[in-house]
C-alpha cells in the first residue's frame, strides 16, 4: 500500500506538521486512531500501526479519503517491528516523531490472571513499545534528531484489577527517562504522556458525567487534550525537554503520592 496524497485536508491549525513522518505504534484504539486524524489533518505524514487489519485499512481510507497522507503497517509480534520500520524508511526515508501509543487491556484481578496472560499483556504492550524504541532510535541516532512520545495511563501508579497493565505501563516510566538519558546528546527526546479517564464512543452521557464529577476539572479528556501535549512534545523547539512525565488527567494525578 502505498502512501497516498489527495488535496488539503482539514481545517487551518495552530501545529504544523508539514514535511514530518508521525510513526504511530498502536492505532487501533480510540486514542491511537483520534491521534492519527488530528496529525495528518496537520499535514503529517503518519505510519499507521495496528494488530486489527480491518480496523487499520478502515482508518487508512478514511485518512486519505480525506486528503491526508498515510500508510498502514499492520503488525502482529514485537519481533516484526524492524520489519515495519524498514518498510517506512523504505518507502519515505525518514521517522521525525514516534507516538508509542501502549495498548490497554481488561481489568482482571490477580486470581483471575494466569502467568500465560500476564506473560502475553507484557508483550503485547511493553515489549511491543521497546521494539519500537530501538528500531526508531537507531534511525533517529544517525539524522540527530527526533521525538518520542510514549502514551500510557494513570493505572500505572496502581489500581485494583489493573495489575497487568499497572506493570506495564510503570515500566514505560523507567524506560523513558533511561533512554532520554542515552539519547540526549544525539538530538532526541524522549518523553511520556499520562492520560487519565478518556471518552469513549460506546460511553453512555450519564456515565460520562459520573466520572466528571471525581475528576478535579469536572470533564472527562477527550483525544484534543492528548494531541495538544504530543504537540507540545514534538515540537522542534522543544529540544530542551525530555525525559519527562506529563499528566493529561484533569487534576486526577494530584491525589497519588507518586505522581512524579
Known amino acids: 500500500m502505498n502512501v497516498e496524497q489527495i488535496g488539503d485536508f482539514g481545517r487551518a491549525r495552530a501545529s504544523d506538521y508539514s514535511g514530518q513522518v508521525v510513526l504511530i505504534s498502536n492505532v487501533c484504539d480510540e486514542i ?13 505524514i503518519v ?3 495496528g494488530v486489527d487489519k480491518k480496523a487499520l485499512q478502515s482508518l487508512f481510507t478514511e485518512i486519505t479519503d480525506r486528503g491526508g497522507r498515510a500508510i498502514a503497517l499492520p503488525i502482529s509480534t514485537a519481533e516484526a517491528v524492524s520489519e515495519v520500520v524498514d518498510d517506512v524508511y523504505t518507502r519515505i526515508e525518514n521517522i521525525d516523531i514516534l507516538v508509542n501509543n501502549l495498548g490497554a487491556t481488561a481489568d482482571c484481578g490477580i486470581a483471575e490472571l494466569s502467568v500465560h496472560d500476564f506473560k502475553n499483556n507484557i508483550d503485547s504492550s511493553l515489549v511491543r513499545s521497546f521494539a519500537f524504541l530501538r528500531e526508531v532510535v537507531a534511525r533517529m541516532r544517525s539524522r540527530g534528531y527526533g521525538r518520542i512520545i510514549n502514551i500510557t495511563d494513570l493505572s500505572y501508579l496502581g489500581l485494583a484489577k489493573k495489575g497487568n497493565l499497572a506493570a506495564a505501563h510503570a515500566a514505560i516510566f523507567g524506560l523513558t ?19 487519565g479517564d478518556m471518552s469513549a464512543a460506546d460511553m453512555s452521557v450519564s456515565d460520562a458525567e459520573k466520572i466528571a464529577k ?3 476539572v469536572k470533564r472527562i479528556g477527550t483525544v484534543a487534550d492528548v494531541v495538544h501535549a504530543i504537540n507540545f512534545f514534538s515540537a522542534k523547539s522543544t529540544a530542551y525537554v525530555t525525559g519527562q512525565t506529563l499528566f493529561v488527567c484533569g487534576g486526577m494525578s494530584a491525589y497519588f503520592s507518586m505522581s512524579v
Do not use: F, W, Y
Request: net charge positive; charged share 15%; hydrophobic share 45%.
Open 214 to 216: 471525581r475528576i478535579p
Open 32 to 44: 491511537g486512531a483520534g491521534v492519527a486524524r488530528d496529525l495528518a489533518s496537520m499535514n503529517a
Open 177 to 195: 527517562r533511561s533512554i532520554a538519558l542515552e539519547t540526549a546528546p544525539a538530538g532526541i527526546t524522549v518523553n511520556t504522556l499520562v492520560k
Open 47 to 49: 505510519g499507521l500501526c
